[in-house]
């Protein structure tokens, strides 16, 4: 049982390091106006790379080699920021409608 609650763990951490690279990645988009604040943006920057530290065993271990695991998340952060605010707001509907047509 224990095993299960580290993995789901280690599941959510890797979404964590997703949404923070999806995050530091949109702040840049703000890099000329007043709502960038340099200082937030390394900060996250720093907590992302302490997340990735945190997970780069346990993805080594699923998978001998952690370039593949983390550039398909990066494709993964590609695509959540090539969303327009339509498909954003849209996602969990198809999400929810996905998840009910498999079961």
């Avoid at 763990?9 to 007043?34: C, G, H, P």
């Avoid at 952690?66 to 990066?74: G, L, V």
């Amino acid at each position: 049982m224990a095993q299960v609650l580290d993995h789901d763990k280690f599941k959510e951490a890797v979404k964590l390091l997703a949404l923070y690279q999806v995050t530091v990645e949109q702040m840049d988009m703000f890099s000329n106006t007043k709502l960038f604040k340099h200082s937030i943006k390394n900060k996250m920057n720093s907590l992302e790379k302490e997340i990735e530290i945190l997970v780069r065993k346990p993805v080594m271990q699923l998978d001998n080699t952690d370039f593949d695991i983390f550039q398909e998340i990066q494709l993964k952060v590609d695509t959540i920021l090539d969303l327009t605010i339509d498909e954003l707001t849209q996602l969990r509907v198809v999400i929810d409608d996905s998840r009910d047509d498999s079961l």
